[in-house]
């Protein structure tokens, strides 16, 4: 258990909708990380949040944006599903940003099926 | 894409210890080593990282050449329960973690 919680678990959604993910990061904790998992890869960086703001994004489409807010939480809102967006969404907290070297936390993911 | 190469799978005898290469020729000197694992529908846990130096933790140790060009994960008594995905990673910008495909190990009795 890492303290890191994301709701909901699983959702099914069909393409062309809109969803929105949410994440809680680990008490203390002022930097919120997004990943996507497609079926038998690694985790891709999608975006970090680091108080409040976006601190570094990986190469996703615009279609795929955030927010944290000022508890820390983070919520991950993908428009315009495509079938391709079917995937493990994790994401992960930690202390600092992107130029520090921290541990980060994993919540258990979020499993979004597009139909 | 991942800057490390690591075996797509490995198998171990539980008890023995599980040794996890990985190499990492093009790190460059502010690049750390870290390891993380996922356990079957987990999430990924941190397990360890390095600069130079080799590190040890109560899961396991970090062996890092010389020349930081390789690292080797060793866990010292493997048990049932370390059976994951083992990803090697080199940190270019600290927090953003590029995975790659990792070691699939197998502990088996």
């Known amino acids: 258990e890492t303290g890191v919680t994301q709701s909901p678990t699983h959702l099914i959604k069909t393409r062309g909708q809109q969803v929105t993910l949410r994440c809680s990061s680990q008490?203390?904790?002022?930097?919120v990380s997004w990943y996507q998992q497609a079926l038998g890869q690694g985790p891709q960086f999608i975006f970090q949040y680091y108080r409040e703001e976006e601190n570094g994004r990986g190469n996703f489409p615009p279609r795929f944006s955030g927010l944290q807010f000022p508890n820390y939480s983070s919520e991950l809102n993908v428009n315009a599903l495509e079938l391709d967006d079917s995937a493990l969404y994790l994401c992960?907290?930690?202390?600092?940003?992107?130029?520090?070297?921290?541990?980060?936390?994993f919540g258990p993911g979020t499993r979004l099926t597009v139909l | 894409d991942a800057k490390t190469t690591q075996p797509p799978s490995m198998d171990c005898a539980e008890g023995r210890a599980a040794n996890l290469p990985c190499n990492h020729s093009?790190?460059?000197?502010?690049?750390?080593v870290y390891w993380y694992r996922q356990i079957h529908s987990q999430g990924p846990q941190y397990i360890i990282h390095g600069l130079k130096n080799n590190e040890t933790n109560e899961m396991a140790s970090l062996i890092i050449t010389e020349d930081r060009k390789s690292s080797t994960l060793i866990l010292p008594h493997a048990t049932l329960r370390d059976t994951a995905v083992y990803y090697c990673i080199v940190s270019p910008e600290g927090g953003k973690l590029i995975f790659g495909q990792g070691t699939e190990l197998s502990v088996k009795p």
């Open positions: 992960a907290s930690s202390y600092g940003a992107l130029s520090s070297y921290n541990e980060q936390f």
């Open positions: 093009t790190i460059s000197g502010n690049e750390y």
């Open positions: 008490s203390g904790h002022n930097t």
